[in-house]
């Protein structure tokens, strides 16, 4: 199938837990990130978004919080419903550039 | 209805053989970028269009040559195709928006649904 050999890191999580995805960056410049989500089969969407004069932001369900020191980032998703089963990227917007650099995708399965 | 569609969905084609994948948006951005997915799910930056000028070229083979005829077009086409190249392809958009010091494409993107090309 599309997944074999696929070796993301997974996240296994009950439905109506609480997921936390992390993800580290590389450029201390990037002045934007953003989440995707990207359902099997279809395109990364857009999920929710932080600038780096921000720690955290909250949106329907998520929250991004950002610790430029360590340069890391997380995704947390309260309350998984198996619609959030899905491979997350973190991506992040390097100035001056402008250019989208994704991280590695994480794979959610969210167990009913 | 769709924002960003791409076609075809599915390419099957052996190697050597020149093909190319379409993609339209109808959201009215400037931005047009294209990205390949590999099997381990990792995307990378090809290309970006701004209002039809190439102003992204990432180390891609010159055997992938895009074409925006307008704001709303780019299309992909890929010559002497390898077994390399089989991945997913998307196209995404973006819109301008005016941050301080001057007007820049957002980070955020529109993707397509993807275009799967395997090369035998």
């Known amino acids: 199938g599309e997944n074999v050999g696929l070796h993301l890191p997974t996240l296994s999580v009950q439905e109506g837990d609480n997921s936390i995805i992390n993800c580290a960056y590389s450029?201390?410049?990037?002045?934007?990130f953003i989440w995707y989500k990207q359902e099997s089969g279809k395109g990364p969407q857009f999920i929710i978004d932080?600038?780096?004069?921000?720690d955290k932001r909250q949106g329907q369900r998520v929250t991004v919080l950002l610790n430029k020191t360590v340069k890391h980032l997380s995704l947390q998703i309260a309350a998984t419903q198996p619609g959030d089963s899905a491979v997350y990227f973190c991506?992040?917007?390097?100035?001056?550039?402008?250019?989208?650099?994704f991280g590695k995708g994480n794979q959610v399965v969210v167990i009913p | 209805d769709t924002a960003v569609s791409q076609t075809p969905k599915y390419l099957v084609t052996q190697m050597g053989n020149d093909k190319s994948i379409k993609c339209e948006q109808n959201?009215?951005?400037?931005?047009m970028y294209w990205y390949k997915q590999d099997s381990k799910k990792f995307l990378k930056i090809m290309f970006s269009?701004?209002?039809?000028?190439?102003?992204i070229n990432e180390t891609v083979p010159n055997r992938f040559s895009p074409k925006s005829p307008d704001k709303a077009h780019l299309n992909l086409h890929i010559n002497s195709l390898e077994l390399g190249d089989s991945a997913v392809y998307f196209c995404?958009?973006?819109?301008?928006?005016?941050?301080?010091?001057?007007?820049?494409?957002?980070?955020?993107?529109?993707f397509g649904e993807g275009s799967r090309l395997t090369v035998l």
């Open positions: 995404a958009s973006s819109p301008l928006r005016g941050l301080a010091g001057g007007s820049h494409p957002t980070g955020e993107l529109f």
């Open positions: 450029n201390s410049a990037s002045d934007y």
């Open positions: 932080i600038r780096s004069n921000m």
């Open positions: 991506a992040e917007n390097i100035a001056p550039s402008h250019r989208l650099a």
């Open positions: 959201l009215g951005h400037d931005t």
């Open positions: 269009y701004n209002n039809k000028e190439l102003i």
